[in-house]
């Protein structure tokens, strides 16, 4: 029985496919964490769907700011932009079956792995989060996720501000904080103040800003992660971070690691995609 994560799929299938079979995945033995970011961009994102709504359970994902956008535009609420591949799905016949699947999965697993544990999630976490703050947080959201008021909350989803954590925050403002840090950050000052406009990689970080990894004193500093999200990282692999968005849909790979007895063996994995779209705007 084998764990393993992987990285941002995004309408990628037949990369998914082959790499399943490139680690010999068996779905009724080994489980995977999928990192988020399951839909768009790609060829063929219902088909990602599918084929994890009939794992039964061994193809584990995370919500990713792609997969929150699929709900926010199949709600009516968030325009369709000119760059989605979402149209397969929001005309299928599984449509509805499909997209409560996917607004039932969470922004956060903590995984128990030997004789430790991690964090599988899409983007970042605040440093003033620790490791039961980011559940919390993560339960808040995904509670309005799978509630009645689904569409309001989606329609109430997007914007850059707040742009910093205060636990005094309530309600839409207090939700709009947690989802972006959980999927969208990448880099913010040290004081925790988040960035919504930089996708360089980690050594060309703007004037002022770092990688949330990197802020001083970050609370979750000894606590497991892996995340996707952010493709002009790479991989990035280090005793207290995995990082496996290595841009499958712009022509990259498709990333996986199997990990060992314990959480510091790690055996990677990749598969080779074709080029789905351009970087860029």
């Not at 941002?8 to 995945?25: K, N, P, T, V, Y």
């Not at 497991?224 to 790479?234: K, M, P």
Request: aromatic share 6%; charged share 20%.
């Amino acid at each position: 029985m084998s764990t393993y994560c992987i990285g941002d799929i995004q309408g990628c299938d037949d990369a998914l496919a082959r790499l399943l079979a490139e680690i010999g995945f068996s779905p009724s033995r080994d489980t995977a964490y999928l990192l988020g970011d399951l839909v768009n961009r790609g060829p063929d994102s219902a088909a990602v769907l599918r084929r994890c709504r009939a794992a039964d359970g061994s193809l584990l994902p995370v919500l990713g700011n792609h997969d929150l956008h699929l709900l926010a535009v199949a709600h009516g609420v968030r325009p369709p932009s000119r760059r989605d591949t979402l149209d397969g799905i929001l005309a299928a016949q599984d449509r509805a079956a499909l997209l409560d699947w996917l607004r039932l999965q969470p922004l956060v697993r903590r995984v128990e792995h030997g004789a430790g544990h991690f964090l599988a999630l899409h983007a970042g976490v605040l440093p003033q989060w620790d490791e039961a703050a980011v559940l919390e947080h993560a339960a808040e959201v995904e509670h309005m996720l799978r509630g009645p008021e689904l569409g309001t909350f989606l329609g109430r989803m997007y914007g850059n501000a707040p742009d910093q954590w205060n636990d005094r925050l309530k309600g839409t403002d207090r939700l709009r904080v947690i989802v972006n840090a959980l999927t969208r950050l990448r880099f913010c000052t040290p004081e925790g103040r988040m960035d919504f406009g930089s996708a360089e990689s980690a050594p060309h970080a703007p004037p002022g800003l770092v990688p949330w990894f990197e802020v001083p004193a970050r609370r979750t500093a000894q606590t497991v992660i892996a995340f996707g999200h952010w493709s002009t990282l790479g991989r990035l692999d280090r005793p207290k971070l995995l990082g496996l968005d290595t841009g499958c849909v712009w022509g990259g790979c498709l990333s996986a690691v199997r990990l060992g007895a314990s959480l510091e063996e790690r055996e990677h994995f990749q598969v080779q995609c074709p080029q789905a779209q351009q970087p860029g705007s």
